[in-house]
T-cell receptor
Framework: DTGVSQDPRHKITKRGQNVTFRCDPI?????LYWYRQTLGQGPEFLTY????????KSRLLSDRFSAERPKGSFSTLEIQRTEQGDSAMYLC????????????FGDGTRLSIL | QKEVEQDPGPLSVPEGAIVSLNCTYS??????FMWYRQYSRKGPELLMY????GNKEDGRFTAQVDKSSKYISLFIRDSQPSDSATYLC???????????FGKGTTLSVSS
């Protein structure tokens, strides 16, 4: 399968703990995106990378969130000091390096905060 | 006013029906429009991608864009139980980077 891969699929943690998610994009795609989706809502944009450079961040990405893409391949999204409101599906998508190109999504990491 | 509005439904139809799903958007500068299908506990799957007014057809699916009304539609012909899912409209922001999604419409097709 050469689609977008996300790990883990489900993460359960206690409030206040740190969590890290991983995304492996489609291999020839150099743009990588993170979105968050809560129940009954569409995905909301968090941030995106062109190769290893983080080019845009949403206001939703608070100081407790950090994303990296160190070698322009896989990416990680870390949430520090998790809060109840962080419970959501975190989706990763990738696309080719041009503007307005279709984004292809992984199956997400579902985060549950106890 | 939200940038993209979509009626969440739910929408229930019998097998074989024609389904019409709709979104409106607020910014006339938006140029690129997509429809995604999302099954429960899965990521969105791209169905249709359009960048101009008019119709685009792919099998049983037709995407329609009316930029003068800022209205986009997805039609599903001969609907099947396997079409039961949430359908999300998505529009690129003006920078062409982030997608702005509607809330999604939940569709149920009964056999």
């Amino acid at each position: 399968d050469t689609g977008v891969s996300q790990d883990p699929r489900h993460k359960i943690t206690k409030r206040g703990q740190n969590v890290t998610f991983r995304c492996d994009p489609i291999s020839e795609h150099n743009r990588l995106y993170w979105y968050r989706q809560t129940l009954g809502q569409g995905p909301e944009f968090l941030t995106y990378f062109q190769n290893e450079a983080q080019l845009e961040k949403s206001r939703l990405l608070s100081d407790r969130f950090s994303a990296e893409r160190p070698k322009g391949s896989f990416s990680t999204l870390e949430i520090q000091r998790t809060e109840q409101g962080d419970s959501a599906m975190y989706l990763c998508a990738s696309s080719t390096g041009h503007l307005n190109q279709p984004q292809h999504f992984g199956d997400g990491t579902r985060l549950s905060i106890l | 006013q939200k940038e993209v509005e979509q009626d969440p439904g739910p929408l229930s139809v019998p097998e074989g029906a024609i389904v019409s799903l709709n979104c409106t958007y607020s910014n006339s500068a938006f140029q690129y429009f997509m429809w995604y299908r999302q099954y429960s506990r899965k990521g969105p799957e791209l169905l249709m991608y359009t960048y101009s007014s008019g119709n685009k057809e792919d099998g049983r699916f037709t995407a329609q864009v009316d930029k003068s009304s800022k209205y986009i539609s997805l039609f599903i012909r001969d609907s099947q139980p396997s079409d039961s899912a949430t359908y999300l409209c998505a529009i690129f922001n003006q920078a062409g980077t982030a997608l702005i999604f509607g809330k999604g419409t939940t569709l149920s097709v009964s056999s």
